[in-house]
């Protein structure tokens, strides 16, 4: 699985390292399995596929182009490689043909305007502490806004009617930004629209929340804290030490995130990382009344080329990309409840590529995403499938 994501740069330089050797060759013949085995089931992913299966195809070729011609032997050994891949795309082409774009994502006009579905919404949330889904794919995306600053948080209350926006513009400040609706964030020029909300300490990072009425923030000076900032008065209504020793940053991609908050369908979680386990993503489980870890979980997911993370029912899904930047997906998963493994869980790339996400918060309530990259503030909506669907 690992192997046949490889980013393509990383194949780049795999491709010279090898210089068409045998290891190389066998590398080619392994992506090419596993883009014919794939095509069965492309169906409805075709769109997303194939591009990234056409910048490799432009590798492959650039790389033939460039050959040595005395090497003979592999040259021809690449051609027919070359011609396979002509092959998987023709084949792409006619499912292509069959499946229009519109299939693989709309853009859905109507994603923000979500008060008809409250009702609903309200019903479905009475079913949430025994939920059991998993992302399945993204079947929107709206981008909403752009502001200057690269890296950002952007939030609605994840557990609340509340139509209040929340923005930090950047990656540290002591001062936020709340708009009464997600309107008057979009509709005007930066955030003129916004209340400015001066907090006692500095915040630090995107790893920030606001869940039922209070904030929870990050304070990073003089040691890691979760802030519990009550947003109806203004106070602080609890602090406490977050209890992992020596952390490191948990995001390779976003290394201004130590600690970064998440709320699922079922309760608070913290996604870290420490010296002690310095090449891998911890999980731990709050409670978010007396800010306590129930329980935390050294998870198999890298942090090298990790940019961000989220809790969708008790499953932690870590979305990857690379130094230089290539479409973001979803390429780990760690379901704590053991469920769902990363191999079986759908490989799930973001539509559009702009930088990497420097925060991606998932609403439980709406199954949306509202994420920031390189400027973009983006909702995403997402379609899910029960865990026991595989
Ligand atoms: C917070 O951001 C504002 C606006 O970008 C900036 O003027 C101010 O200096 C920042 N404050 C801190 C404490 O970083
Ligand atoms: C702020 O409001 C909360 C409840 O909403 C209350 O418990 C707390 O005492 C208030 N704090 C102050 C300083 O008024």
Redesign the pocket.
Known sequence: MGTFFLHLTVAAAVILEAQCQPQFLEYIERRLSSFENRIAVWYDQTQRYSSEYREFKNQILALVESLDKEKDEQRHNLEMATSRLERIERELDYLESRNPAPTCLEVEENLIEHTAENAKEKKKRKHMTDCAEMIFNIKAMKIVKRLE?AAGLWTKDLMSDSEKVYVF??V????IYEFARLKDFTDFTGLIKGKKIKLPY?WAGTGHMVYKGFLYYIRSEPQFQVIKFDLKNHTVADSAMFPAEQQIPVYGLSPYNYIDLAADENGLWAIYATRENAKYICLARLDHKMLDIEQMWDTPCPIENAENAFVICGVLYVVYNTKLRSRSRIQCVYDVTDIVTTDQAPLVYFPKRFGAHASIKYNPMEKKLYTWDDGHQIIYRLTLKQKSEL
């Open positions: 600053t513009d950047g540290s400040n002591d001062t500095p």
